[in-house]
């Protein structure tokens, strides 16, 4: 018997429609002695036709079925025409333009957007310079621990630079205006707004929700490790003062000199950008570490420098009192060659070229930061993107595999090292998050290896110095490297502690990403209300600066526990509190706020037509 099967009609499964098999069998028989033959139904045939169409649309995924993971990195597909299919003028043209041209591209821009940091640290420089420095004259306030290290954020976020805010402290220590101890607060703090920059950097890639998503996750990486080893070792310092005792101990035998400012502020990058922001602005730095070791300066000193060299002229001043009149000769100093620069040729107060000064570095920044996202997302694709997205990310194969992050963290220690600031490394690396080319857990160890970097920098400028308060601020120094080494030996040699940095970052990027307008209001919150809040809060004293914040970190500690019980354990917890629905909205989500953000923001671009309408 011969058996075929047709297709007569279809059937709908799982949304789509299934072929429904119609089996006919040939069969040839003999009547009254006459051969028939007949096409007649096979039931039996149809019905296993259909298991196996159905059993193999089962196998089949379903794309409503898959779930959609935004951090996988994109595929970077190649759009362009083959180089065999190119013509020779073609050939010539993709040369000079796309490889060429956009690698000068690229190294221009980049160039341009490590000069706009080095602005954008003269801007914050200038608008609260003085006032950071300031902040350091509050002895009693520098011993609190948890008030040392917001003063490190907050004068680290203003002046744009760990490396100038430890080399305060380290000026400061030298003069024996501040002990090792509080130093050592004031350190951690800074390592935390060091991550501001890259932060900043991420929000150029706003327009894209997913780019936005990775580049947002791949700078608060650097937040997230920074915070929580702050959070771990700081009440560790503060009960064994580990991190002194090994310092000195390991400085036990050497004798004390000075470590002058100059030896500190040796910058390798600033020699090749230094020709071109020179033109722009001066910071006296000198001020800076004047205001912070408690020298008086007058009103009309400032930060701008706009002279170059002085004189010493005597001038003889009248002073009177009741009975007799005195002259008083005091040498003081005279400019006699103003500087070269844009700004030393206007009489403006700090505050005024600073605000300038800022506001055109984050338009070259972000002008820059578009424009290189741009030309990265059209050179990296096809197979060349392909392979060195593969290479930058992969492991080293078998027994290796575990020593790719470290040898990760070497070379971001040694770029930072090279280009003299971490902020500068993380922040090129923040695009090629964005981009795709560069993974959230290939970024966490290099940015590991960048904090230990930007420590090695003022060890290395502090051996170089002898004068006898060497001791004192190689140990701040060290302090420092010991705090980085600390944290990475508690966060990155087991897998399971390395994920919990990235897993936070990652949902701050998922945040972000739906409610683009948070990226703001964390950068405010935790880089500048947070440390201004508690620094004003440890100024009315220990009793009140105790009885806000222990309350308010108790909330926030049963808030940790209640939210990690509703995800991991919700039956340990009581059926109201399984959820957050029993508070305000504005309590437990932003979605209140958003819709309220969007209808002032649509409402001003609806108003904006009548404005313009009613003028003309």
């Not at 009741?322 to 009489?347: P, Q, S, W, Y």
């Not at 060290?478 to 600390?486: G, K």
Request: include cysteine; aromatic fraction near 10%; charge should be neutral.
């Amino acid at each position: 018997m011969y058996s075929c099967c047709i297709v007569e009609e279809s059937m709908p499964v799982k949304g789509e429609d299934i072929a429904l098999p119609i089996c006919y069998a040939y069969k040839q028989h003999e009547t009254n002695g006459v051969t028939n033959q007949a096409f007649v139904p096979d039931a039996a045939r149809a019905e296993r036709k259909l298991e196996e169409a159905l059993s193999v649309e089962s196998e089949k995924p379903n794309d409503e079925d898959i779930e959609f993971d935004p951090w996988a990195l994109p595929e970077l597909t190649d759009t362009s025409v083959p180089w065999a299919e190119l013509t020779t003028g073609g050939k010539v043209k993709r040369v000079l333009i796309e490889w060429i041209a956009k690698a000068i591209a690229i190294l221009t821009l980049l160039y341009l957007f490590i000069c706009s940091l080095d602005f954008m640290s003269s801007g914050f420089r200038l608008l609260g310079g003085k006032a950071a420095s300031e902040v350091f004259t509050y002895n009693e306030v520098l011993n609190n621990p948890v008030a040392g290290v917001m003063i490190g954020i907050l004068v680290t976020v203003l002046v744009q630079s760990s490396s100038t805010s430890t080399s305060i402290v380290v000026t400061m220590v030298a003069s024996g205006l501040m002990a090792v101890k509080p130093a050592i607060y004031f350190v951690m703090g800074a390592n935390i707004g060091t991550s501001v920059t890259n932060t900043i950097v991420s929000i150029t890639q706003l327009g894209d929700r997913n780019q936005f998503r990775r580049a947002f996750g791949g700078a608060t990486v650097h937040d997230m490790f920074n915070w929580l080893t702050v959070i771990i070792l700081l009440p560790l310092e503060v009960i064994t003062h580990y991190l002194f005792h090994l310092t000195d101990a390991i400085l036990a035998g050497m004798k004390d000199s000075t470590v002058t400012r100059e030896d500190l502020d040796k910058e390798l990058l600033k020699k090749l950008t230094k020709p071109f922001t020179s033109l722009i602005v001066k910071v006296d730095k000198n001020v800076l570490y004047d205001i912070a070791r408690g020298v008086e300066i007058g009103d009309d000193v400032t930060l701008n420098k706009r002279w170059c060299k002085y004189k010493t002229v005597e001038v003889e001043e009248e002073f009177r009192n009741e009975t007799h009149v005195f002259n008083i000769t005091r040498e003081v100093k005279v400019g006699i060659d103003r500087c070269h620069t844009l700004f030393a040729k206007v009489d403006w107060p700090d505050t005024a070229v600073g605000a300038v000064l800022l506001i055109a570095s984050l338009f070259i920044l972000c002008f820059c930061l578009i424009l290189i996202v741009k030309l990265l997302n059209s050179i990296f694709r096809g197979k060349l993107a392909s392979a060195l997205k593969k290479f930058i990310n992969a492991d080293f194969p078998g027994p290796l595999r575990y020593l790719t992050g470290y040898v990760a963290i070497a070379l971001g220690a040694a770029f930072t090292i090279l280009v003299q600031s971490s902020s500068i490394f993380t922040s090129a690396l923040t695009p090629l998050v964005g981009v795709g080319v560069l993974s959230i857990e290939r970024m966490f160890p290099l940015t590991l290896g960048s904090n230990i970097g930007t420590t090695t920098t003022a060890i290395l400028a502090s051996l170089a110095a002898s004068s006898d308060k060497l001791r004192s601020t190689l140990q701040v120094a060290l302090c420092h490297f010991f705090f980085n080494i600390s944290g990475i030996a508690l966060f990155y040699p087991i897998p399971f502690m390395r994920k919990i940095p990235i897993a936070l970052a990652k949902g701050l990027g998922d945040v972000t990403a739906q409610y683009r307008w948070f990226a703001l209001v964390y950068i405010f919150l935790v880089f500048f209300i947070l440390p201004t809040s508690v620094f004003g809060l440890s100024l009315a004293g220990t009793t009140v600066f105790m009885a806000v914040g222990i309350p308010i970190l108790v909330i926030i500690l049963l808030i940790v526990v209640i939210n990690v019980l509703q995800r991991k354990k919700p039956t340990w917890l009581p059926v109201k509190l399984r959820t957050w629905e029993f508070l305000p909205w504005w309590l437990h989500s932003l979605d209140g706020l958003d819709r309220l953000i969007t209808a002032c923001v649509c409402k001003s671009k609806a108003e904006k037509p009548t404005e313009v309408s009613s003028k003309l």
